[in-house]
C-alpha cells in the first residue's frame, strides 16, 4: 500500500506542476535596458515593506499605463539587459504580486534572473523582436516554446530546467523549501 500512496503523490505533483507548465496572456512591450529604478521607482521606496502597495506602480517609469492596465496573466516582454541596476528583490516581486505571467526578454542581468526565479517568476531568455504589444502569446515552460496567438507563430527558448520549473510550479524558492522541508532538487 505504501507504494501506491507514493506513486499517486508523484502523479498529484507531476499534474501540479504540468498545470502551472502553460502560461497565457497579452504581451506589453518594453525595449532595452530596463533597469530595476524602471521596475520599482525609487520616489516609492518608502513602500518597500508593503510590496502589494508598490506593485500598483510597477514598471510605471518605462510606461506609465501598464500598471493601472495590465491585467493578471499578461507578459513583459523586453529586449536586452532586462533588470539592470540594484539586487533588491523587491523588482521581480512586484512584477510577480502585479500579476505578470512571466518575462520574456533578449537577455537578462543575471541577479534579477536569479532573484526572479527564487520569487516564483518566470524569466525567459528568447528573440522577443517579433512579438508586439498586444499579441496573445501562449508560453510552455516545460516545452520551451512560446505560440503567438495573434500572429500564428512559435518561438523556441532553450527550457527551463527541470528544478527551475519545479521552484517555480512551487512559487519560489522559500514555497518550494517549505513544501518539502529542504531543497528537494532532485
Not at 125 to 151: K, Q
Not at 153 to 169: A, S, Y
Request: net charge negative.
Amino acid at each position: 500500500m505504501p507504494d501506491e500512496n507514493v506513486r499517486s503523490n508523484e502523479k498529484d505533483n507531476k499534474e501540479e506542476n504540468t498545470h502551472q507548465m502553460l502560461l497565457k496572456g497579452k504581451a506589453w512591450i518594453f525595449g532595452d535596458s530596463i533597469s530595476t529604478d524602471h521596475i520599482a521607482p525609487g520616489r516609492y521606496f518608502h513602500l518597500r515593506t508593503n510590496l502589494p502597495e508598490l506593485a500598483k506602480n510597477v514598471l510605471e517609469d518605462a510606461n506609465p499605463d501598464f500598471a493601472a492596465q495590465m491585467q493578471p496573466g499578461d507578459f513583459v516582454v523586453a529586449g536586452r539587459n532586462f533588470g539592470l541596476g540594484s539586487s533588491r528583490e523587491h523588482a521581480p516581486r512586484i512584477i510577480k504580486i502585479a500579476g505578470v505571467n512571466a518575462v520574456l526578454a533578449k537577455s537578462f542581468a543575471r541577479i534579477f534572473f536569479r532573484n526572479a526565479i527564487n520569487v516564483g517568476l518566470p524569466v525567459l531568455e528568447i528573440d522577443t523582436s517579433g512579438i508586439r504589444h498586444g499579441d496573445m502569446l501562449e508560453v510552455d515552460l516545460g516545452t520551451g516554446t512560446v505560440r503567438n496567438a495573434t500572429r500564428d507563430e512559435t518561438m523556441t527558448f532553450t527550457p527551463l530546467p527541470p528544478v527551475m520549473v519545479k521552484i517555480l510550479g512551487d512559487g519560489g524558492l522559500v514555497e518550494h523549501f517549505k513544501k518539502y522541508g529542504d531543497f528537494n532538487l532532485g
